[in-house]
C-alpha cells in the first residue's frame, strides 16, 4: 500500500506558494484542497456555500463570542473547525492530498505522512508578481499584499499555537524568489522524496 503523503503549503501572499502547491499536487497526482475544501464539504451535505464563504479563513474574535458545552457561536471559529474536520477526516481515512493554509501544518501535525512547507519571497518579486497577474500599480499591489498577509496572519494566530510563518511550525520554508516557482518545486520535490524515502 502506497504511504500517505500529505503536502501543507503555508504562504506569504504573492509569493507563488498556491502555484506550488498546484505543481506539487500534479506531481504526485493528489487532489488539492483550499477555498475548494468548503465547496465539497457544502455539496455532501447539500449546502449553499456562499453563506460559508464569508468567513473563510477569518479570524475568530473571543471577544465577541463564547464557547458553552463544546458549542460555539462564533460563525469564523465554526467555519475553520469544518475545515479542521474535514482535513483530519480526510487524514483518518488515509487519503493523501496537497492543502493550501488552513492552519494545516498544526492540525494535521500527527499524521506521518505530513510535510509542511511555508514559503516566502523577497518583498519586490512579490509586489512585481501581484502587479503582473491583478494588473494592479504598485501602491495598489502594496496594499493588497498587506490586507492578505495581515488576514492569514491573524487567522493561523487564533487557531494555533505556533504564529504564521515562525520556521519552527514548519518542516522546510523556502524562499520562492531565489529560484523562481519551478526551482522552488524541485527543490521541496527532492526534500518530500527524501522524507518519503526515510520513512
Not at 523562481?180 to 527543490?187: A, D, F, K, L, M
Request: charge should be neutral.
Amino acid at each position: 500500500m502506497e504511504k500517505q503523503l500529505i503536502i501543507s503549503v503555508g504562504r506569504e501572499y504573492g509569493s507563488g506558494g498556491h502555484e506550488i502547491a498546484q505543481r506539487l499536487a500534479e506531481i504526485y497526482g493528489l487532489p488539492i484542497y483550499d477555498h475548494n475544501l468548503l465547496d465539497e464539504y457544502a455539496k455532501e451535505r447539500g449546502l449553499d456555500v456562499r453563506h460559508l464563504k464569508e468567513y473563510d479563513e477569518s479570524r475568530r474574535n473571543p471577544l465577541m463570542y463564547r464557547t458553552v458545552r463544546g458549542m460555539n457561536s462564533s460563525p469564523e471559529h465554526n467555519v475553520a473547525q469544518i475545515q479542521f474536520d474535514f482535513l483530519k477526516k480526510k487524514a483518518e481515512e488515509g487519503e493523501s492530498f496537497v492543502v493550501v493554509g488552513r492552519c494545516s501544518n498544526y492540525i494535521l501535525r500527527e499524521y506521518e505522512g505530513l510535510v509542511s512547507v511555508f514559503v516566502l519571497g523577497d518583498l519586490g518579486v512579490k509586489l512585481e508578481r501581484i502587479e503582473q497577474i491583478y494588473h494592479l500599480n504598485l501602491k495598489e499591489a502594496a496594499d493588497l499584499l498587506e490586507i492578505k498577509d495581515k488576514k492569514r496572519k491573524k487567522y493561523h494566530n487564533s487557531h494555533c499555537p505556533v504564529k504564521w510563518g515562525d520556521s519552527r511550525g514548519y518542516h522546510i520554508s523556502v524562499n520562492s524568489s531565489k529560484l523562481g516557482i519551478e526551482g522552488t518545486v524541485q527543490v521541496l520535490k527532492q526534500y518530500i522524496d527524501a522524507r518519503r524515502n526515510e520513512a
